[in-house]
């Protein structure tokens, strides 16, 4: 994994931050008390399924939404709260799903639409290093309906960073493209936003997406933030059940707290501070699990499928449990292959069997 | 408005072939029908001008071509900033008593201008009520400054508060039909709700105000009896003149074709100054901009905007009317009114339904079979809205005239008169086709370039050939095109009065013609009666095209606001060659 | 379905409605094309079709479009018998070659010689005076007297009239010019102008309401709109004619007596149906028709001797100007030229 530079910046003040804000739309509750911040040069990404309030969370930082409880600052200023700035006012970029160019402007006109006090010359030399600089500089004098979509989101982005924002707002900026592209643009995306030293939050429901973009990662989901984190964090050491299953694949293993371990049926795993008795699940990894032939193991292969690189076997345990064991190459199994399963690697989670987050 | 059916249409021509011949067939017979008397029109261009009303129109034309700039352009503003300063208003922002506003400021759209004229002319004369008030209680004696409403600002005036609603009608589409991202984009770069309206709603509503003043411009151009109430010299007025004073049909329709050019001439300065923009929407499901809530004064404001252009259009007019019918109006329930009402009802009605049938015909053939003869077709049919009906009637009366004599000795066999042709019902519904049909036609080749031609392609691998596809696939998917194409026609055949006059049968009048005999013999007070009756006939297709606008929204959510909606909109009604 | 629906549904209602394309040349029936339209007329139709079985059917409209129709027709117009409001149109209907000559010992006889067409054209019906309405507060009666008196400066500012393309005016001035003479109606008019207290606007009644109202202190006028005021079911109308006053311009001795238009008919060159449209003309001449004329609109008979019950508001012996109708309707044309020229409009 790569060392993400925005860790180093901890000390500066945050550029983003929302304290307390909940928003609801009639009896939807689309943000439940949203405490977040992003600091200078980051980017953050707001993961979640679709209706978790992530876009809401977005709208309400551009000004496009009002929240009804809790405070916005942008760069140590408050915009919402107890004072309210108009999305015009707050100096951030914003870019959407769907490509919203204008379409009476040339792409030019369109990435100079917001440097609004500067001279002529001043906009149009911006705006066409900014074009230049998303590789869309051969495009300046055409309209957007002369674009492809990816063009289109290219020139989106321009135009939101050609007045340098204080903060970057991208909603699934790349779910309207092709998955070749999406793949392409989001390593572009992540170069970009780096080299302009943007600070940006970014919306999406891709994980891979996420992973690829993030420098830290904020998992929602029905309107609450369930982990803050860098990826890596995310991925291994998922702070719930939601996060653990909604962000790769995940196996949770029913257990009991016994002397500091807990004992499931694949064995005993640690656990820290949970009283003896307490009804647990493991989370495992499917790639975290192995499994070897043998005529009087406890498990049976059911099913298996075939990935490339890797094979998903599906493993009914002796409980009747089907767990999945990922496993590189291909082991040669035959479904009714009676076989052993264990857990390979010390980076398993122990959640509560209560957990209150919701089900993925 | 561009034509987007017509290029994705174009593939499917391919799946037709034994059946290919009878669509542009049909288009072919159906455009040359129903453009005969606009060609008759323009070609009286080619032949040599003389007789008594050269000199006339020598004389007087400069007059007459200022007055009817000035019109124009008066009232182009006029609803120019009514119009769309209404359409954003209802639209951008959301303030009790928002959805009553989007419906009254329809309203104007039932009332015929030259019944606004009369009210407006009696109310506010010298004699009238307003002005007697005004000196009873301020003492004042001849002389005192005071508007004269029958003049030129008059004219401006009460055009400007009838025909606002095309304005607002496609605006208010045209606005719907933007992505409002485009708005939220321009907001977080730094531009305010009015620097929005301005940069980006306003230039891109374009194409949907351009078509909305386009209709004003018809309308105004074919306006005869407002300005001949005001004692108006235009371009109708003096067209009347040339043909009834001076007997010259040759020299009306000459003047009629400088018209009509003029009009073809502004349409295209327009669409040449559009360059290569494009406006029409991008792929993908409409949202609907969340509206700015306003509160307090500024609500007020608000609804006081919106409430106020259709007071004077329709609701101070609408209760002098009421007033004089109650006080000295016809009786409404003798036998003579109500056969009024059901002619012209029954005209109307069918009106519509031929309308949209033929409609239907020219614009599925228009997809169908797409071919250079069909796409001219539905063009030349469009011409007929931008003519007065008093030039339709001259188009219809020359060479229908001529085939009644021709084919006379035939018709008696029949048992029917050369009058079948020059004056009767059919007549009547043939020159309300000519006039109205591009209403009709626009609507529905805009709900069908909404069906995309994949679900075409899918119902014809499953097995279903065109004309069950029609039924089964298009025929349920363009009720709401269809519904309000019919109403369109409907309103505007209720109130149609010049070629009505001109062309009627015997025995055989409408609430129109009865309108303008009462006011001609200056009696309003009777007039009042019947020209209300139109008001309330033509006030439920109004309401109607209302919610067909309303209800055709698609819910469809997006995001877990519920705020953001896809939409299915009314186009405007009118693409011009 | 929809579309199937619709089209049955048009289909039905052109089918219903198409039939109503007018009867043609059948002798039962008359075809009257109508510049007038009082539903008083309608008593005059029916008691005609009482008595010679003959059914009336109508078209009403403005006469010039009326005219209009019926050249466009040609030689296949269901026309019968053409009504106008005024001799203009029925001179210009005349002209066009639109009437067919009646040579009726009953119209001969009733209808005095200057109320029609010396050659047997065209009939006048009723006869409608053009006169001087006048504010009872600010205008002594005495000060009134002729058509050419209004062009005096002493009526500056003071003077309401219709406008100049209106027939009633035109015919008016027709008369003038067969009177005085070009230079003098061209004077005249300028006069008549530079008195104007308004624009020239509105109707009749228009400028009888804004004489009360105090707009102006005299109008032109024709005599009906008054009486149709002063019988008027409401107050406010009634009230307009007490302030108003009526005066029948040109009474001395020497002078020709008051202008009159008249309102008439003919028989259209393409009748098919002469004996009925004759027996109709003469039936507008009788006692009956007379009176329902008079009674209905306030117009006189143009028939001597009909009781009329408005005679009260014109002086016990009427001078009326004699001149033909026809030279007055010929002059109208001229009449607007001189008119415009001088700036009515």
Redesign the interface.
Known sequence: MVVRAAQTERASEPRVRLLGVSKHFGSVQALRQLTLSVYPGEILVLLGPSGCGKTTALRIVAGLEQPDEGWVELAGRVVAGPRWVPPEARGVGMVFQEPSLFPHLTVLENVAFGLRNASRAERLRRASEVLERVGAGDLASRFPHELSGGEQQRVALARALAPRPSVVLLDEPLSSLDPELRRRMREELRRLLKTEGSTAILVTHDQEEAFAVADRIGVLSRGRLWQVGPPEEIYHAPACRFVADFVGEAEFLPGQVQRHVARTELGEFPCNGLPDGTPVEVMVRPADLSLKPSPDGPAVVVGRRFLGPDTVYEVRLASGRVVRCRFTGDAGLRPGTRVQVWATSPRTVVFPAEDPSPPA | MTAPGAGRGAGSGVWFSARQGLLPACGAALAVALSLPVLTVAATVLSPAHGEWVEFVRLVLPRYVQNTVWLLGGVGVGTLVVGVTAAWVVTAYRFPGRRLAQVVLLLPLAVPAYLVAYAY?DLL???GPV??AL?AWLGL??GYPFP?I?SLGGAVFVLTFVLYPYVYLLTRAALLEQ?P??W?????????AW??FL??AL??A?PGIAAGLGLVGMEVLADFGTVKY??LDTFATGVY?V???Y?S?AGAARLAAWLVGFVLAVVAVERLSRG?????R?P?PL?EA?PMHLSGVQAAVALVACLLPPAVGFGIPGTYLAWMAW??GDPLWSRAFLELAGNTF??A??TA??A??LA?VLAYGVRLAPSPVMHLAARVVSLGYAVPGVVVAVGI??P???L??LL?PYLRRLG?????L?????TL?YAYLVRFLAAALSTVEAGLSRIGPTLEGAARTLGHGPSSV??RVH??L??GS?FTA?LLVFVDALKELPAT??L??????TLA?RVY??A???RL?QASTAGLCIVAVGLLPVLLLDRAVHRSRVEAPV?????HRAEVRLTPPVRFA | MRSRLLSTLAVLVVFVVLPRSGAFGQARELNLYNGRHYDTDEAIYREFTRRTGVRVNLIQGDADQLIERIRAEGATSPADVLITVDAGRLYRAQQLGLCQRVDSPVLHTRIPAHLRDPQGHWFGFTKRYRVIAYARARVPRSMLSTYEDLSSSRWKGRLLVRSSSHVYNQSLVGALLAWHGESFVARWARGVVANLGRPPQGGDLDQLRAVAAGEGDVALVNHYYYLRLLNSPHPVDRAVAQQVGLFFPNQEPEERGVHVNLSGACVTSTSRNRQAAVAFLEFLSSDFAQEVFARGNFEFPAVRGIANPMAAVAPATLREDTLNAAVYAANGGKALQLMVAAGWR
Request: glycine letters at 10%.
């Open positions: 002319a004369q010298y004699s002005q007697s000196r004696a001849r004269e029958r992505s991202l485009t939220e984009v321009s907001r977080t770069l730094g531009y305010g620097g929005t940069r980006v230039p891109v374009r005001f004692e003149l043909w009834f004073s007997g049909v290569r923009r494009r406006y029409h991008p993908g949202r969340r006080v000295g029954a005209l009605a069918a339904a031929v949209v049938l239907a009366l020359v229908f005239g001529w009644a004599n006379d029917l008169s050369g009058a079948a020059t004056g009767s019902t059919f519904v029609l039924v025929a349920p363009m009720r269809v019919a006059l001109v009627r049968p015997l025995n055989f009048d013609v005999q009462l001609s013999d200056e007070m995001e877990i606001s519920g705020a």
